[in-house]
């Protein structure tokens, strides 16, 4: 019984397998992927019970399962390129936004030294210590009204100075970049 299988097959094999090579090349234009594909296609059909599964002509059958297989090679590899030119995309945009940003740490540096000192001070606790203004007020004594207006003083200076770097930076946020 698994001879005269083995032995259908083999004829069904050689009966195809140039005919189905010559399809797959057309749709495929590579003669070692079309021989790659016709052979899955074979071993496909070996894997499964072929002669109870084919109810059309096994040739209308092979000829169905090349195209099939080819075309979803043909969208693997489609994927593919899109995946790795997103890669690419990706880390060009992140090349690019890390640019972006030793850049703006860079203007911000001198926009913050041109500040009065007072006022520098005040930013630098709020906005890197993260410390509240009543702290602030308390650490430099001073009062709360006047850390409000080095703050507010110092906000004005650096949107001023670094308004370019704001478009940029809301360009980066809004793409994703």
């Keep these: 019984m698994l001879l005269d299988k083995e032995k259908k097959f083999e004829e069904v094999f050689r ?5 189905l090579h010559r399809y797959a090349f057309k749709i495929l234009g590579n003669t070692e992927t079309a021989e790659e ?18 109810h059309t002509s096994v040739r209308s ?3 169905r399962a090349v195209y099939n297989e080819s075309v979803n090679l043909i969208k693997r590899e489609q ?8 890669l690419q995309h990706a880390g060009a945009n992140h090349t690019y936004a890390e640019q972006s940003d030793t850049e703006l740490r860079r203007q911000l540096h001198v926009a913050l030294a041109r500040l009065p000192e007072k006022s520098r001070m005040v930013f630098e606790m709020s906005r890197f210590q993260e ?10 004594t001073l009062s709360l009204k006047t850390v409000e207006g080095h703050m ?8 001023h100075h670094l308004a370019d770097y704001l478009n940029l930076l809301t360009l980066i946020i809004m793409t994703g970049l």
Excluded: C, M, P, S
């Design 15 to 19: 009966a195809h397998f140039g005919e």
């Design 37 to 54: 594909t016709v052979q899955q296609v074979f071993l496909k059909l070996w894997e499964k019970d072929w002669q109870r599964i084919i």
């Design 61 to 63: 059958y092979l000829y």
């Design 79 to 86: 994927r593919k390129v899109r995946y790795e030119i997103d």
């Design 131 to 140: 410390l509240k203004y009543h702290e602030i007020a308390d650490a430099l």
């Design 152 to 159: 507010t003083r110092a906000l004005k200076h650096l949107r």
